[in-house]
């Protein structure tokens, strides 16, 4: 995995989190953190299926979701602060099956004080897009 020199410490705190979260739940693997950047791919499973063994709209946009806002708080420098989703869209353009992966990449838009603006494009295993969606994030105190 590829983690940007400057945000190698605050990635420790990321990845060695004590309790598990949805990103666990549905087989989330990061390849890529970067301040203008982060990409992960998640397995097609019974996890992230909808009944007819396609890949569940809400899974992805929950790749989505967790992309941007891991992406929204890594740009973050006060510690006290965190982002939270305020609103997200999702075009889903076409289905992968039971057994495929997907790979998301998320890029930000705007990184003002209080809003951050993500865009993310989510690929099948031949780079054709499978959803595009665009993320907007609070920052917030914790």
Request: glycine share 8%; charged share 25%; aromatic share 6%.
């Amino acid at each position: 995995m590829f983690i940007e020199d400057e945000l190698k410490e605050k990635a420790d705190t990321y990845f060695n989190f004590k309790h598990k979260h949805m990103g666990h739940a549905l087989g989330i693997e990061f390849q890529h953190v970067a301040r203008n950047k982060v990409i992960a791919s998640m397995p097609v499973n019974e996890n992230s299926v909808q009944p007819f063994g396609v890949l569940h709209g809400g899974a992805s946009v929950a790749l989505a979701e967790t992309l941007c806002s891991v992406g929204g708080w890594f740009l973050l420098d006060d510690m006290e602060q965190t982002v939270v989703g305020v609103e997200i869209n999702a075009n889903h353009i076409r289905s992968v099956k039971l057994g495929g992966k997907v790979t998301g990449t998320a890029k930000p838009i705007h990184t003002g004080r209080k809003i951050q603006v993500w865009e993310c494009e989510i690929k099948n295993e031949k780079e054709k897009l499978v959803c595009s969606s665009r993320c907007t994030l609070a920052v917030i105190r914790r």
